[in-house]
Nanobody
């Protein structure tokens, strides 16, 4: 499995970005895909997940600002981020796994087998 994350960049506070995670190498529909971010000096934290069956999950504190969606025709999972704040500045990663654990513990970075390379998001004040 290969994951390619893209869509990061520099944006002003209050703006929006849509990140993409393109999946290849295996059957996309059976994989759960999670989005995480990691700021310098901080732990990698869960943001959102697109689970098999087009089910979505979010970090509670980010509900309303994030929307995760899956495009089966493009083998891509998107993360739409709105009302961005300077504290959203981080490297954003997508990850995938097909295990039953990854469906249940979708918020745990340790259940994911495959990771993309990360895309940097910088939010200026």
């Amino acid at each position: 499995v290969q994951l390619q994350a893209s869509g990061g960049g520099l944006v002003q506070a209050g703006g929006s970005l849509r990140l993409s995670c393109t999946f290849s190498g295996r059957t996309f529909r059976i994989y759960n895909v999670g989005w995480f971010r990691q700021a310098p000096g901080k732990e990698r934290e869960f943001l959102a997940a697109s689970r098999t069956g087009d089910d979505t999950k979010y970090l509670n504190s980010e509900k309303g600002r994030l929307t995760v969606s899956r495009d089966h025709a493009r083998n891509t999972v998107y993360l739409q981020m709105n009302f961005l704040k300077p504290e959203d500045t981080a490297a954003y990663y997508c990850a995938a796994a097909a295990s039953s654990d990854s469906r249940v513990y979708y918020y745990d970075k340790n259940v994911y087998s495959y990771w993309g390379q990360g895309t940097q998001v910088t939010v200026s004040s």
